[in-house]
């Protein structure tokens, strides 16, 4: 996306201010443009560059197998969904999908969704209302809170991964009767790639008789056997009780999903309001997301191929004197700091080849801004290699490492 076109029309100068604003503090997103599909390599503005930016953890973006899957299902079903599900029908194959997904996971049943952040603005609101509260991680994703936002539910929130503090609300929330109390957190922390004690906050909520949410996006295809999920990662099956997730990170492709107990699939597929007021994923995506199950079911291989990497990568970046957080996953956040100073090292190195995006806030906070490295089977050990040298390079340029 260009620069932000001036206009004369005086109502939205403010936002025009806005605008100014973020560009003065560093702020500002540029967005750019692909011609290429996602993979290890993009071409950008007439340039082979390295990707270090996309969730396409497994390489399932652009995998033959999947394409193949969805061109097969666009002859076999079309393109569209027709219009929402309930009033439509649903097609065969979305039903396939969420029975695999829900073997898959181990489960009872799975929904899926538009989006991911579809599935929480979905669960959250069907599951609790006015006479119930949320206990949620001060982190969690902006889905999530958003979710949140759409429910009448008392809100409670719970320092990052502090258990003690989980505690703290979990009793406090407690001696206010409500009806429900659900405990709801990020299984891997997006920015930082922190995984949240699942085992732990488990053992705290059925202390207190709460419910259980995890929402699972970046563990998906990544945490547990096979890429089964943060629950498995922590073997909680049929002990926490809901797991929303992502087909668009590990899986490749769009949409999001519930995977619960049979009561809370069911409700969601007649309380959940984008099941009920927006159309249905596309059989094409749905069918490129069972060629993803498919290949998860038979080899671990590729997710075993994510984490080598991860740990190669994670480890020479390390050793160079970068500051890495407090990540345990694939996620691989460059902590800078300054946000100006971020954003110069993102141009440094895509100077060098390397597509790897500034974040700062509002997705982090302020003078946490980073460069957050997303490491993926589709990888090999010579792009890592580029990689780090163009981190090297530019980071010894800009006074970041010595
Ligand atoms: C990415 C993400 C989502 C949104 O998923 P989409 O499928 O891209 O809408 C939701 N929750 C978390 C924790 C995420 O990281």
Not at 31 to 47: F, N, T
Not at 177 to 203: E, H, K, N, Q
Not at 317 to 341: A, C, Y
Request: net charge negative.
């Amino acid at each position: 996306m260009s620069d932000p076109v001036p206009t004369s029309d005086a109502r939205l100068a403010y936002l025009e201010a806005d605008l100014a604003d973020l560009k003065a503090r560093g702020l500002y997103t540029t967005i750019r443009s692909l011609q290429s599909p996602q993979g290890a390599w993009l071409q950008i503005d007439g340039r082979r560059v390295l990707n270090f930016c996309s969730n396409n953890y497994l390489g399932f973006a652009n995998d033959s197998a999947l394409k193949d899957a969805a061109k097969a299902a666009i002859d076999r079903w079309g393109v569209g969904p027709g219009a929402v599900r309930t009033i439509a029908g649903t097609m065969d194959v979305h039903g396939e999908l969420e029975r695999r997904l829900a073997a898959f996971k181990g489960v009872d049943d799975t929904v899926s969704f538009q989006s991911g952040f579809a599935t929480n603005l979905a669960t959250i609101p069907a599951l609790v209302g006015e006479a119930d509260c949320i206990i949620s991680d001060a982190l969690n994703h902006a889905s999530i809170i958003d979710g949140i936002r759409l429910t009448k539910a008392a809100r409670y929130v719970y320092r990052h991964c502090d258990m003690d503090d989980l505690e703290t609300q979990l009793k406090a929330a407690s001696g206010k009767g409500y009806r429900a109390m659900l405990v709801i957190t990020d299984g891997v922390f997006s920015m930082d790639g922190d995984v949240a004690p699942l085992d732990a906050i488990c053992t705290l909520a059925e202390r207190y008789g709460a419910i259980t949410m995890v929402d699972d996006a970046h563990g998906e295809g990544v945490l547990g056997r096979g890429g089964r999920g943060a629950v498995d990662h922590f073997g909680l099956h049929g002990r926490f009780d809901i797991e929303t997730g992502t087909l668009s990170k590990a899986f490749g492709v769009m949409g999001g999903y519930t995977a619960a107990k049979q009561p809370i699939v069911d409700w969601l597929r007649q309380r959940g309001r984008p099941f009920l007021f927006s159309s249905a994923l596309t059989p094409a995506d749905v069918s490129a997301c069972i060629a993803a199950v498919d290949i998860l079911e038979r080899s671990t291989e590729r997710v075993e191929r994510l984490w080598a990497n991860a740990a190669a990568f994670q480890g020479a970046m390390r050793s160079l004197g970068f500051d890495l957080g407090v990540t345990r996953t694939p996620i691989s956040p460059v902590i800078v700091g300054d946000e100006q100073k971020t954003q110069a090292l993102s141009r440094a190195l895509f100077e060098r080849g390397v597509f790897a995006t500034a974040i700062a806030f509002p997705t982090v906070p302020l003078g946490k801004a980073r460069i957050r490295v997303m490491i993926s089977a589709a990888h090999s050990p010579e792009d890592l290699e580029v990689g780090i040298g163009a981190f090297e390079e530019a980071g010894r340029a800009l006074g970041i490492v010595g």
